[in-house]
């Protein structure tokens, strides 16, 4: 979609659990590491680098329960948003 669409940008942004990584700094380095390898993973297929913004949040934004093993396999993830260019009239 990105190679298909020039104009549109991505927010890449990396998640972890709350205990992966050994406390809060850890996770959100790891987070950050989890982002910047999707970054330079589609840098690398030509999706030029000033198109794409990179954030790390740790364990800042769960989308389940930290409580289950399923719960923290499903918090450890990266997201992409895509953004498209805003019409003028």
């Known amino acids: 979609m990105l ?5 549109t940008t991505a927010a890449i942004e990396g998640h972890t659990d709350d205990r992966e990584g050994g406390g809060r700094l850890l996770n959100l380095e790891l987070s950050q590491k989890r982002a910047w390898s999707i970054y330079g993973y589609l840098a690398r297929r030509g999706i030029a680098r ?3 913004r990179v954030k790390g949040w740790g364990p800042d934004h769960p989308i389940d329960s930290n409580a289950t093993m ?12 895509i953004f498209g260019r805003k019409q003028v009239k």
């Open 3 to 7: 190679k298909q669409y020039p104009e």
């Open 50 to 52: 000033a198109r794409m």
């Open 70 to 81: 399923i719960g923290r396999e499903r918090n450890r993830r990266v997201e992409i948003s």
